[in-house]
């Protein structure tokens, strides 16, 4: 038994007109499907909602929530924005390169590249205060997932252990 893949994250959106109609705009999403009940299906508590989905590539959906009934949404004060992020993949760093570009003409500030050695990322802010990532492979990305496959469990059992940053990958970020 073994899950397949993730059917879609959801998250909170201060309105879903605005969310969709920027993903679409900036990251060219397909908007595929909006539901709005009035009645929580799973808890059946009356509280009206608008769910609407987007096709973040390959079928891989991402949901907002609108949620008007309940005080205005927040983040986990206690975690840092850096940690609370989704990523997208996009094809290379020419792609990076054009969205980077396509973003900042559209007036959103953007911080980046990063080089991570296996991936090359930029970062930015949805309209409802979500980081966003989208991250380009390295031309030597096989080779180096290949070394870092190699010493995952070590580096996971050693931070186990200490909570400090184990050595063994020391070198993707090394060049910085």
């Known amino acids: 038994m073994k899950v397949e893949h993730i059917h879609h994250v959801a998250y909170r959106c201060h309105d879903a007109k605005e ?14 499907l909006a539901l709005a009940e ?16 987007l096709d973040a590539g390959q079928n891989n959906i991402l949901a907002f929530f609108e949620l008007p009934t309940k005080p205005t949404m927040s983040k986990d004060q206690n ?6 992020h989704i990523a997208f993949k996009v094809k290379d760093m020419e792609t990076l390169l054009a969205y980077k570009n396509h973003l ?8 980046g590249v990063t080089n991570h050695s ?3 990322s930029i970062y930015f802010f ?23 496959d190699e010493v ?6 050693e931070w186990s252990i200490t909570k400090k940053a184990p050595r063994h990958a020391d070198w993707v970020h090394a060049s910085e």
Do not use: C
């Open 19 to 32: 969310t969709v109609e920027w993903y679409v705009e900036n990251l060219n999403m397909d908007f595929v």
């Open 38 to 53: 009035n009645q929580v299906p799973s808890t059946k508590a009356p509280d009206p909602y608008m769910h609407v989905f």
């Open 79 to 84: 975690t840092p924005d850096w940690v609370q």
């Open 104 to 111: 900042e003409n559209n007036g959103i500030e953007v911080l």
């Open 118 to 120: 296996v991936f090359h």
């Open 126 to 148: 949805d309209p409802n205060g979500h980081r966003l990532e989208l991250a380009a492979p390295d031309q030597q990305e096989k080779a180096k997932l290949q070394r870092l």
């Open 152 to 157: 995952k469990w070590q580096m996971l059992e």
